[in-house]
């Protein structure tokens, strides 16, 4: 065998070995785990735990699957609640595998467990969805009125009592969708709507009772404010008038005693000395000329009218 020929077999055999190592060792990461199969027949136990492994080469093969949580991600379904109200619901979920090697003889791949868990987990969200009321599917908690709001008391859909509730009803889909994976291998370990909604064609009549309620509310709060005003207008005349009175009542009084009072000095007066009442009387005469004459004044008096007396006098 010359030189040239023994490289090209020397280059073969390293090559050849190249491959059959490379075929006899495989490595798995932390985020992996690993079932060896055997012409398709899983051999052994799953290996779980990281580095360089060894494996019969070519006759063996590693099938990697995930360690880590997965997502699935369902499709918005329309679905019936229990009242016949048709919404829209968008669900998802996190899950992972738990025994490997139950997971390869059930579902082979990823992919084989989606296609299952959309078989699962819609069918259980729809049997809970039609056998729960649209309030118990969107709401956790129930409502209490407060009796000092009226609009709390007349928004009567916001009142209904749950039993049940959103929250709850998440919790049951995902129990009972794991009774049904328990032999897959697989566990799901959170479950949730994404969104609720209702169907094109029932939402714009909700939206059409939403607004006649909203302006029932309205006018209710309108007639109960119109009703508030009339009785404060109604107080208001009420103590205006009352004040009005008292007043005029005092007035009186006070023109009652001052012309008492006047009344006992013109008596006071008048019964003096005829001098005093003179006196008085000229007086009361010089009011009246200074209050009723001037200098272009024309006044026919007849001779026994005492303010002829007085004007004959000053003559």
């Known amino acids: 065998m010359n030189k040239k020929n023994k490289i090209l077999l020397f280059a073969v055999i390293i090559i050849g070995g190249i491959i059959v190592l490379s075929q006899s060792f495989y490595m798995v990461d932390e985020t992996k785990q690993v079932v060896i199969t055997q012409f398709g027949r899983p051999i052994g136990d799953a290996v779980t735990e990281p580095g360089l ?8 093969k590693a099938n990697f699957f995930e360690k880590r949580y997965m997502e699935w991600d369902g499709d918005p379904n329309q679905i019936p609640t229990k009242e016949k109200k048709f919404i829209f619901v968008d669900s998802y979920a996190r899950w992972h595998i738990t025994d490997p090697l ?5 579902l ?39 009796t000092s709001a009226t609009i709390s008391v007349m928004i009567e859909d916001s009142l209904a009592r749950i039993s049940v509730g959103r929250k709850k009803i998440q919790n049951i889909i995902q129990q009972n969708a794991n009774l049904e994976t328990k032999d897959l291998g697989i566990e799901i370990l959170d479950f949730r709507f994404k969104r609720i909604n209702y169907v094109e064609d029932v939402r714009e009549r909700v939206y059409d009772r939403m607004k006649s309620e909203r302006i029932r509310i309205a006018d209710k709060f309108r007639s109960e404010g119109e009703g508030e005003a009339s009785r404060i ?44 009442v003179e006196l008085y009387s000229f007086i009361k005469s010089m009011e009246t000329f200074v209050n009723t004459f001037d200098s272009t004044t024309t006044v026919i008096l007849s001779t026994d009218s005492e303010l002829y007396k007085y004007l004959k006098s000053m003559n």
């Open 233 to 276: 207008n109604g107080e208001k005349e009420r103590e205006l008038n009352q004040i009005q009175s008292e007043a005029y009542k005092e007035a009186e009084t006070i023109k009652g005693k001052a012309d008492a009072e006047a009344a006992r000095i013109y008596a006071n007066a008048y019964n003096r000395s005829g001098r005093s």
């Open 102 to 106: 139950q997971f390869y003889k059930r």
């Open 108 to 146: 082979t791949n990823e992919r084989g467990a989606q296609s299952r868990l959309d078989d699962i987990i819609d069918g259980e969200t729809r049997d809970q969805v039609a056998g729960h009321s649209l309030e118990e599917v969107v709401r956790n908690t129930n409502r209490e009125a407060d």
């Open 53 to 60: 492994k060894i494996k019969t080469p070519f006759v063996q």
